[in-house]
């Protein structure tokens, strides 16, 4: 089976292919530029690599946030229109959820705790547990709340972290391991994930539905405007 993945989550946009659960290629461009422009020539830089047609992927996956608002709409438009184009199905998986499959440990280093910088003062949070078993939904939170709910040693990921250390640090009442960012672009957990999702058969061959989870700058700024 061949799984072209795509993460637009984030200022990285990256694709991954995966061959019946092995990642054959992966490619990243972090130069900050508009997903909308690069995304497909890193989709298409795969399939040339590997010497495939578009017509050889069985499913498509995509990061489904949370994450950036409009990377996050880049990357489904994308997603859903080369499934379109190929009659094949995709598949969304959680921004968080890649995350922490990036992250997994010893079942005494703790939950596993993966973290995006949400700006306005909060973070996108998640609980899974060292092997992976999700341990609670997604959030929008404060940092301080989300240390409150923290009990025994963690280990963090991603950049929602560092911005907020001190708070951390300070807060739990064990041991925190920190990571800044995975050793692989999000492109590879999420093609491994859907692979996994589509074998299980959980994963459902329709339109992948977007996390947002919390609100857009956008909105936030119309509300300082028109509400008293």
């Known amino acids: 089976m061949h799984i072209l993945a795509i993460d637009t989550s984030t200022k990285s946009a990256s694709a991954a292919l995966a061959v019946d659960g092995e990642i054959k ?70 921004t968080l959820e890649a995350l922490a499959r990036s992250c997994r440990g010893s079942a005494e280093a703790g939950m596993v705790v993966p973290l995006l910088n949400a700006r306005k003062g909060e973070v996108y949070a998640a609980f899974f547990s060292s092997t992976g078993q999700r341990l609670a939904e997604d959030v929008a939170i404060e940092p301080e709340k989300l240390a409150r709910s923290i009990h025994g040693p963690a280990q963090f990921i991603g950049d929602g ?63 300082k405007l028109h509400i008293n």
């Open 161 to 223: 972290f560092e911005p907020y250390a001190e708070i951390f640090n300070e807060a739990l009442d064990g041991p925190v391991l920190w990571t800044s960012w995975p050793a692989h672009p999000l492109a590879v957990p999420v093609a491994l994930i859907a692979g996994e999702q589509l074998i299980a058969g959980v994963a459902k061959d329709n339109r992948p539905v977007l996390k947002y989870v919390g609100r857009s700058q956008a909105e936030l700024n119309w509300e």
């Open 25 to 94: 290629a992966v490619i990243e461009d972090k130069r900050g530029l508009s997903h909308s422009r690069n995304v497909l020539a890193l989709a298409r830089a795969i399939l040339d690599e590997n010497q495939l047609q578009l017509e050889d992927v069985d499913c498509f996956a995509v990061s489904s946030g949370p994450g950036s608002f409009t990377g996050l709409r880049i990357g489904l438009s994308t997603a859903v229109g080369l499934a379109d184009v190929t009659g094949k199905p995709v598949v969304g998986v959680g």
